[in-house]
């Protein structure tokens, strides 16, 4: 018995593929047999698993439970939910040493794949190719597992309250907060916990529905946030709060129906923290804004630049001791008074307790931020051979310069314009970049440099590629 996954499955930070074409229950087993193996080898036994809203989830659980136990680990099955429901699970349950979630997160309906958690500690990279290994050796532990089935929602609700803890519920007696869960999994946990809030809430899109029928659930995008933006307005509302489709990424407006960025984000979380926690390290990814890292430090916090990409975060999260890292993208993790994971349901409350403890609306706060024009992230197809490569060459020729480079994550160059970043992406064939200044005409001169730099590497910024 062995297996061979399609090349394009096995990615940096979880495994992801089309349903029918790249990824099948075939797939989901050897998953299960090679995790258990690693797991049981590592002194290991007990499995949580959960799985979000989309069609063909319920399949490949099935299945990732049979190769979990044909190697002898024994399951714990949590349900459909939110990614990080399935996180609490293997962070809070006793025994339980690892989990998985079955998830296509915010890609499109008909993808699906597969986030873990191994001893308490993100599972990607080497360990992603150690399964690929060992199924196509066939070299799987054999052994008879047992199944069991908990609830777990209402547990895990009760968890993100306790993030209000210490604030006084008449200081949010008058809050009113629009959500739009997307039809993603994160809907049903988010009626349970907007209806234990203080305040009025109001939500759309509540019930899971794998379609995804009223919009895409990214809301780092955002002609996706315009029914909360409606919302919002109709009701005269403080602020709004978007999932993604497994609920481990935030989107936020404030009253006024401005987006608020994930490193805009950061700055009004960084600020309540640091008034607790003096000096604290906060970790924001390398496409975040120059002034989150100045308000940081104004604040009195250690900034540190870090790779993009969840896991490569939460490993530095664990190493540094830092309480609060987040990224550009909407994943923001809270180690101060929880688990050091992804959740964007407890950073929403969290955004709630921020307002309260600094006596601010979230549209203030949002208001006072620096103004600065900047890019969206722009991502751009180029061949897998080529895009690591292209960066190293880039590297070099910036290095024969008085350039001021930092190369955390790809080439991040600050001018006297502002800044400008180009990256490969750790998970699909194309080239990330981001510019950021205080007028447009820093900006055009920053995605002119960037271009040139293509250009000389025979690249140019051309049709954004598909997530």
Same mark, same amino acid.
């Given at each position: 018995?062995?297996?061979?996954?399609?090349?394009?499955?096995?990615?940096?930070?979880?495994?992801?593929?089309?349903?029918?074409?790249?990824?099948?229950?075939?797939?989901?087993?050897?998953?299960?047999?090679?995790?258990?193996?690693?797991?049981?080898?590592?002194?290991?036994?007990?499995?949580?698993?959960?799985?979000?809203?989309?069609?063909?989830?319920?399949?490949?659980?099935?299945?990732?439970?049979?190769?979990?136990?044909?190697?002898?680990?024994?399951?714990?099955?949590?349900?459909?939910?939110?990614?990080?429901?399935?996180?609490?699970?293997?962070?809070?349950?006793?025994?339980?040493?690892?989990?998985?979630?079955?998830?296509?997160?915010?890609?499109?309906?008909?993808?699906?794949?597969?986030?873990?958690?191994?001893?308490? %500690?993100?599972?990607? $990279?080497? &360990?992603?190719? @150690?399964?690929? #290994? +060992? =199924?196509?050796?066939?070299?799987?532990? *054999?052994?008879?597992?047992?199944?069991?089935?908990?609830?777990?929602?209402?547990?895990?609700?009760? %968890?993100?309250?306790? $993030?209000? &803890?210490?604030? @006084?519920?008449? #200081? +949010? =007696?008058?809050?009113?907060?629009?959500? *739009?869960?997307?039809?993603?999994?994160?809907?049903?946990?988010?009626?349970?916990?907007?209806?234990?809030?203080?305040?009025?809430?109001?939500?759309?899109?509540?019930?899971?529905?794998?379609?995804?029928?009223?919009?895409?659930? *990214?809301?780092?995008?955002?002609?996706?946030?315009?029914?909360?933006?409606?919302?919002?307005?109709?009701?005269?509302?403080?602020?709004?709060?978007?999932?993604?489709?497994?609920?481990?990424?935030?989107?936020?407006?404030?009253?006024?129906?401005?987006?608020?960025?994930?490193?805009?984000?950061?700055?009004?979380?960084?600020?309540?923290?640091?008034?607790?926690?003096?000096?604290?390290?906060?970790?924001?990814?390398?496409?975040?804004?120059?002034?989150?890292?100045?308000?940081?430090?104004?604040?009195?916090?250690?900034?540190?630049?870090?790779?993009?990409?969840?896991?490569?975060?939460?490993?530095?999260?664990?190493?540094?001791?830092?309480?609060?890292?987040?990224?550009?993208?909407?994943?923001?993790?809270?180690?101060?008074?929880?688990?050091?994971?992804?959740?964007?349901?407890?950073?929403?409350?969290?955004?709630?307790?921020?307002?309260?403890?600094?006596?601010?609306?979230?549209?203030?706060?949002?208001?006072?931020?620096?103004?600065?024009?900047?890019?969206?992230?722009?991502?751009?197809?180029?061949?897998?051979?080529?895009?690591?490569?292209?960066?190293?060459?880039?590297?070099?020729?910036?290095?024969?310069?008085?350039?001021?480079?930092?190369?955390?994550?790809?080439?991040?160059?600050?001018?006297?314009?502002?800044?400008?970043?180009?990256?490969?992406?750790?998970?699909?064939?194309?080239?990330?970049?981001?510019?950021?200044?205080?007028?447009?005409?820093?900006?055009?001169?920053?995605?002119?440099?960037?271009?040139?730099?293509?250009?000389?590497?025979?690249?140019?910024?051309?049709?954004?590629?598909?997530?």
């Amino acid at each position: 018995m062995s297996h061979r996954f399609d090349p394009t499955v096995l990615r940096e930070y979880d495994i992801r593929g089309i349903i029918g074409e790249t990824l099948g229950p075939d797939d989901a087993r050897a998953i299960g047999r090679g995790f258990a193996t690693l797991l049981r080898q590592a002194g290991g036994k007990k499995v949580a698993v959960g799985y979000d809203g989309r069609v063909s989830s319920p399949m490949l659980e099935h299945a990732l439970c049979e190769g979990l136990t044909a190697s002898g680990c024994d399951v714990v099955r949590v349900g459909m939910g939110p990614t990080p429901m399935l996180y609490y699970a293997e962070a809070s349950m006793e025994q339980v040493d690892g989990g998985i979630q079955i998830t296509g997160s915010h890609n499109p309906a008909n993808y699906n794949g597969f986030k873990m958690v191994f001893q308490h %500690r993100p599972f990607f $990279g080497e &360990d992603i190719q @150690a399964i690929g #290994r +060992l =199924a196509a050796d066939g070299e799987w532990l *054999d052994g008879t597992g047992t199944v069991e089935t908990r609830e777990i929602i209402e547990d895990y609700v009760d %968890r993100l309250l306790v $993030g209000l &803890d210490g604030v @006084a519920h008449d #200081r +949010l =007696a008058g809050l009113r907060v629009g959500w *739009d869960a997307g039809n993603g999994a994160a809907g049903p946990a988010l009626e349970l916990l907007a209806a234990r809030l203080p305040g009025k809430h109001f939500t759309l899109f509540t019930e899971v529905d794998g379609n995804f029928p009223n919009h895409h659930p *990214d809301p780092t995008v955002p002609e996706n946030l315009e029914d909360l933006r409606r919302l919002v307005a109709a009701k005269n509302l403080d602020f709004g709060i978007a999932f993604d489709g497994d609920g481990d990424r935030i989107g936020a407006i404030d009253g006024e129906g401005r987006i608020i960025w994930g490193d805009q984000l950061m700055m009004i979380y960084a600020e309540e923290l640091l008034g607790r926690l003096p000096g604290a390290t906060i970790i924001a990814d390398v496409k975040a804004s120059r002034a989150l890292f100045e308000r940081i430090a104004e604040l009195g916090g250690k900034p540190l630049m870090w790779k993009t990409g969840h896991s490569l975060i939460k490993s530095k999260m664990k190493e540094t001791l830092a309480p609060l890292a987040g990224e550009m993208s909407g994943h923001i993790f809270f180690a101060d008074g929880y688990y050091g994971y992804d959740d964007a349901l407890y950073a929403a409350v969290r955004l709630i307790v921020a307002s309260a403890r600094l006596g601010r609306s979230v549209t203030e706060l949002r208001g006072a931020m620096p103004q600065m024009v900047n890019t969206p992230e722009l991502r751009f197809q180029v061949d897998e051979s080529r895009k690591f490569a292209a960066i190293d060459e880039i590297k070099q020729r910036l290095a024969a310069t008085d350039a001021q480079v930092d190369e955390t994550d790809g080439v991040r160059v600050t001018t006297s314009d502002g800044w400008w970043l180009l990256r490969a992406s750790n998970t699909q064939d194309v080239l990330v970049a981001r510019a950021e200044s205080a007028s447009q005409q820093g900006l055009d001169r920053l995605l002119k440099q960037i271009d040139e730099q293509l250009s000389a590497s025979g690249l140019e910024r051309g049709a954004l590629a598909g997530h």
